[in-house]
């Protein structure tokens, strides 16, 4: 209860900023609009139109209005529904973040496995000098590293947009990985993962080093703690001691940062996806910045803010699964 | 014969000529409890490590044979040598709040050797887990069973600690300081519990401690060391009537007496200390001409 509250207060607080500042700097979305020549009853008729005339307290406890009703308004440039707009948008950028996340879990933790089972090996300092590499190039850098030699040298992958324009789409939703997978349609599916395999790969990379480093940092410690020890002493090897006694431990802090570099991830998709031209939220959301598309940019903005806070709830719910001392507590 | 035998152990800090033992030996009869007595870095711990496989990855052994149950140790693949330690010995842990793995069920954590590497059903082991708990005086097994460690008192984990060294019927269990982390009250109970246990199972113990007090109460035999080196290996009555070597007399002085409890203590004389040195200088000269 308390949780939800903290939620909410945290949801307003963004919806009250963001509308604040970008009506504050410079732009305005009514002018873009405009033909040459136009006269000042037409500016004064469309600001009236739009609400532009009034206060922006005025303004934000209309927008406020609509929102608790599930209407962010309407969009200037595309003049439909902010709300529509938006969730249609939305499966694709969760699943390029899932997926990525899930690419960056999968090698994050083959490495720390890899890395703890071989520790103080030249094994562990080349996982760690891979790492280092990984992480000290930024997403946008992988993405066109990728296209370049994925994409362009040897192009296995495709490198624009979610789906090959001219396939025939039978989905009713816009989860397009899921449905096709749900619909056996693994044609489409193929198509579809070709399609997001360098935008995730890009985003996954460095996050998966992030975890690889820490994921190994916490292993390695909890290898020398008496459990994992007295295991040792039951007969049990390197790999199976580190899987079932220390993996599960060792892990808690390793999903508070998943956690935490998870909504960066999902920060990180705005520029993937341009770079990929790939239609998710990220891609529209820089449109709605560059036309000054008010509505759509508080729409997008805030559902943003609501995939942060529904992961870190996810995140909390999950620590307590795993960690049996703050279930009873 | 020899259940356990050591022969001229020794170990050093990898890469460093720093020497943990010194050609230790001893030998362990089937049903027989041995105490290693000695201070802080004597090396008593080590020896109960180099028997099951434990060093730190920091120490290699130099030198000397481990033989457990007619077989060199060091002769077996290192898997085979892991499955014949867990099949045979069992380690009963120094602190119980840190030798439960925290985010597992008790069950499993006493089962899991009974399953995997003694090839038991699950129900059997389970059944011989709940007769365990039971017979370690736990009220209600099938709780415990389903409980976390962290829900379970000190006193309680050691004992549940102590029923899984024994679930497998082993032959040798090193006990390594068992009591030192409880409390004083406690210490009296999980001690005649592990004699009482140790006494129905017939089962070797190696009794890590540093406390002759302890070593009067459960050993038939012990082994006083000092920088590595055993200085007086003989059983408990001889050595309580008179030890041999000065060390292990200056030893048994110190340990303050529960009939006298105002006296002062008596540290060990450093004369005692500069005569062990002396040994153990002359030991390393030895082995340096070799």
Request: with cysteine; glycine share 8%; proline share 5%.
């Amino acid at each position: 209860m308390g949780r939800l509250l903290t939620t909410l207060i945290t949801l307003l607080g963004v919806a009250v900023v963001v509308f604040v500042v970008i009506r504050v700097v410079p732009g305005n979305p009514i002018a873009m609009m405009l033909p040459p020549g136009a006269t000042e009853a037409d500016i004064a008729r469309l600001n009236a139109l739009y609400g532009f005339d009034k206060s922006i307290p005025q303004q934000f406890f209309i927008w406020l209005g609509g929102v608790v009703q599930g209407d962010f308004g309407t969009s200037i440039t595309a003049r439909q529904p902010v709300t529509g707009m938006v969730l249609g948008r939305l499966p694709a950028t969760l699943e390029l973040s899932v997926m990525a996340l899930v690419m960056a879990c999968v090698m994050g933790g083959a490495m720390a496995l890899w890395g703890t089972r071989r520790r103080e090996t030249k094994t562990e300092a080349a996982i760690d000098v891979a790492n280092g590499m990984a992480l000290s190039v930024p997403d946008f850098l992988w993405g066109l590293l990728l296209i370049l030699g994925f994409g362009v040298l040897w192009p296995v992958f495709h490198i624009s947009g979610r789906v090959t324009p001219s396939l025939e789409l039978p989905f009713t939703t816009n989860f397009y990985l899921f449905e096709s997978l749900i619909r056996l349609r693994f044609d489409l599916w193929a198509d579809i993962v070709s399609h997001m395999f360098l935008p995730a790969l890009a985003l996954a990379i460095p996050l998966s080093a992030i975890i690889g480093q820490l994921l190994k940092q916490s292993l390695k410690e909890t290898m020398h703690l008496d459990y994992v020890t007295l295991a040792r002493t039951r007969g049990y090897g390197e790999t199976h001691v580190i899987l079932r006694e220390a993996l599960r431990n060792a892990i808690l802090p390793t999903l508070t940062l998943v956690g935490v570099q998870f909504t960066f991830l999902i920060g990180g998709t705005v520029i993937i996806e341009r770079l990929f031209s790939y239609e998710g939220l990220g891609n529209m959301a820089i449109e709605a910045v560059t036309n000054r598309d008010l509505p759509l940019i508080q729409g997008i903005v805030i559902l943003f803010a609501l995939i942060f806070t529904g992961v870190n709830l996810v995140v909390d719910l999950l620590y307590a699964v795993l960690n049996p001392r703050l279930r009873h507590g | 014969m020899n259940y356990l035998e050591l022969k001229g152990l020794s170990a050093r800090i990898m890469r460093q000529n720093h020497p943990l033992l010194r050609s230790v030996s001893l030998a362990l009869a089937p049903g027989e409890v041995r105490g290693l007595v000695g201070e802080s870095g004597a090396g008593k711990s080590m020896i109960g490590k180099a028997v099951l496989g434990i060093l730190p990855k920091a120490v290699e052994l130099t030198g000397g044979e481990i033989w457990l149950d007619g077989q060199d140790l060091q002769r077996l693949s290192a898997r085979d040598r892991r499955h014949r330690i867990g099949q045979s010995c069992a380690l009963i842990p120094q602190d119980p709040l840190t030798a439960l793995n925290p985010s597992r069920r008790i069950a499993p954590q006493i089962t899991d050797r009974l399953v995997d590497i003694l090839g038991w059903e699950r129900a059997r082991a389970v059944t011989r887990a709940e007769e365990l708990l039971h017979e370690v005086r736990i009220e209600d097994p099938a709780r415990v069973m389903r409980a976390y460690p962290h829900e379970l008192s000190g006193g309680m984990r050691q004992r549940i600690l102590i029923a899984s060294a024994f679930a497998a019927e082993p032959k040798l269990i090193v006990a390594d300081e068992p009591t030192t982390a409880l409390d004083v009250t406690v210490q009296k109970q999980i001690l005649k519990l592990i004699k009482d246990m140790q006494a129905r199972h017939g089962t070797a113990i190696l009794f890590v401690t540093h406390d002759l007090g302890v070593v009067s109460k459960v050993c038939n035999r012990l082994s006083v060391l000092y920088g590595g080196m055993v200085v007086e290996d003989n059983d408990i009555d001889s050595f309580f009537a008179g030890p041999r070597h000065p060390y292990s007399r200056a030893l048994l002085a110190a340990t303050p007496k529960y009939t006298d409890p105002g006296a002062s203590l008596t540290p060990v004389p450093d004369s005692v200390i500069a005569g062990v040195r002396g040994e153990i200088e002359a030991f390393d000269q030895r082995q340096a001409h070799v």
